[in-house]
């Protein structure tokens, strides 16, 4: 059975970098499939962030691509994801999933100072 | 980027009743739609995948169809537990995005 598990630290300042790693278990990052991050904004829509391929190569939503980067662990068998530079706007439950099956139950990451 | 856009932005109706939900593209996307569910304080679960084809576990009251720009996805019958919000997401050359989303809530 496919699991996702987010976790990183739940409070962020201003300007610093976010850092979310998934840890998955029931399944080989590197057998296939394409692993993502969403997020959700408080009472807020779902927003596609990015996702990884098991080469490793990296697609990122263009209205966040100069901020973002999603990279791959094997021999951890995680992804993760970092932020640069965030604000306000990147406070959300962060999603990490495979494919569209299967989800990570979200952390919740505030900007705040 | 394609634009996904759902109408309408709320559903309200009885349990029993039909539930039609549209998504429509700003551009082609073939078959490359699917629709999740999303409880409150939960992740959404997928429910339709390649636009007509459920996923694992998913009742058959729950059915999408479509294909190009335009996009539907019909509870039959509803029950109390489908009162939630619903989400079309497509996938082209490995960009995704996700519609505003639909709430159907209890009449």
Redesign the interface.
């Known amino acids: 059975q496919v699991q996702l598990q987010e976790s990183g630290p739940g409070l962020v300042k201003p300007s610093e970098t976010l850092s979310l790693t998934c840890s998955v278990s029931g399944y080989s990052i590197s057998g296939g499939h394409y692993w993502g991050w969403i997020r959700q904004s408080p009472g807020k829509g779902l927003e596609w962030i990015g996702s990884v391929i098991h080469t490793g190569t990296s697609y990122y939503n263009p209205s966040l691509k100069s901020r973002v980067n999603i990279s791959m662990d094997t021999s951890k068998n995680q992804f993760s994801l970092t932020v640069t530079s965030v604000t306000a706007a990147d406070t959300a439950v962060y999603y990490c999933a495979r494919g569209a099956s299967y989800w990570g139950q979200g952390t919740l990451v505030t900007v705040s100072s | 980027?394609i634009v996904l856009t759902q109408s309408p932005a709320t559903l309200s109706l009885s349990p029993g009743e039909r539930a039609t939900l549209s998504c429509r593209a700003s551009q082609s996307i073939s078959n490359y739609l699917?629709w999740?569910q999303?409880k409150p304080g939960q992740?959404?679960?997928?429910l339709i995948?390649d636009a007509s084809n459920r996923?694992?576990g998913i009742p058959a009251r729950f059915s999408g169809s479509g294909s190009g720009t335009d996009f539907t996805l019909t509870i039959s019958s509803l029950e109390p537990e489908d009162f939630a919000v619903y989400?079309c997401?497509q996938?082209n050359n490995?960009?995704?995005?996700?519609?505003?989303?639909t709430k159907v809530e209890i009449k």
Do not use: C, I, S, V
Request: proline residues 5%.
């Open positions: 980027e699917a999740f999303q992740a959404p679960r997928l995948y996923a694992t989400y997401q996938r490995w960009l995704w995005t996700f519609g505003q989303g």
